[in-house]
T-cell receptor, first 115, second 113 residues
Framework: KAGVTQTPRYLIKTRGQQVTLSCSPISGHRSVSWYQQTPGQGLQFLFEYFSETQRNKGNFPGRFSGRQFSNSRSEMNVSTLELGDSALYLC??????????????FGQGTRLTVV | EDQVTQSPEALRLQEGESSSLNCSYTVSGLRGLFWYRQDPGKGPEFLFTLYSAGEEKEKERLKATLTKKESFLHITAPKPEDSATYLCAVHDYYGGSQGNLIFGKGTKLSVKP
């Protein structure tokens, strides 16, 4: 069974640009969550999508947005990039909505560097 | 506020030297405690889920246990390939997090041959 696939694996962007990251969940999984990982803050929750609807959102500015398609694939967008947005962005898929003790399975992440 | 604290931050062991990692949590209503392993530059790999105090789960050299306020990840006779960062996360049913995973900062384990 294929795991969670994130593309691209690495990105270098300039301040002020925008970026779109993609995530394909495990087949049959309907929940996709996004996390930001930095050395100082660790893993922080961005948002969760389930059945094409955002169900939950973390404490990040509106520059961070996402969406989910009918095939459960998800994209995350960051506009007006700042240096502090440099991080490993992780996508996690679950068969059901998170919050009910359901395991989440992570992809390899996208390493975003903002210069 | 929900909080997950892992200790120690870093742990160096000799091959074969058993030890334990700690994860303490303060949440309103625990719906699950999760252990993950993360290698450098990679995404977290799921290890265990624990749901209630007294529960234990094992996988090879790893054993996870849960009490009402903390979880332990016991590593028996570790090998160099066990070197990684171990992350603990919780689901809080009642808290303001609305059910997303709340992660600790992790314990970086190094096992020397």
């Amino acid at each position: 069974k294929a795991g969670v696939t994130q593309t691209p694996r690495y990105l270098i962007k300039t301040r002020g640009q925008q970026v779109t990251l993609s995530c394909s969940p495990i087949s049959g999984h309907r929940s996709v969550s996004w996390y930001q990982q930095t050395p100082g803050q660790g893993l922080q929750f961005l948002f969760e999508y389930f059945s094409e609807t955002q169900r939950n959102k973390g404490n990040f500015p509106g520059r961070f947005s996402g969406r989910q398609f009918s095939n459960s694939r998800s994209e995350m967008n960051v506009s007006t990039l700042e240096l502090g947005d440099s991080a490993l962005y992780l996508c996690a898929s679950s068969p059901r909505r998170t919050g009910g003790g359901t395991e989440a399975f992570f992809g390899q992440g996208t390493r975003l560097t903002v210069v | 506020e929900d909080q997950v604290t892992q200790s120690p931050e870093a742990l160096r062991l000799q091959e074969g030297e058993s030890s334990s990692l700690n994860c303490s949590y303060t949440v309103s209503g625990l719906r699950g405690l999760f252990w993950y392993r993360q290698d450098p530059g990679k995404g977290p790999e799921f290890l265990f889920t624990l749901y209630s105090a007294g529960e234990e789960k094992e996988k090879e050299r790893l054993k996870a246990t849960l009490t009402k306020k903390e979880s332990f990840l016991h590593i028996t006779a570790p090998k160099p390939e066990d070197s990684a960062t171990y992350l603990c996360a919780v689901h809080d049913y009642y808290g303001g997090s609305q059910g997303n995973l709340i992660f600790g900062k992790g314990t970086k384990l190094s096992v020397k041959p």
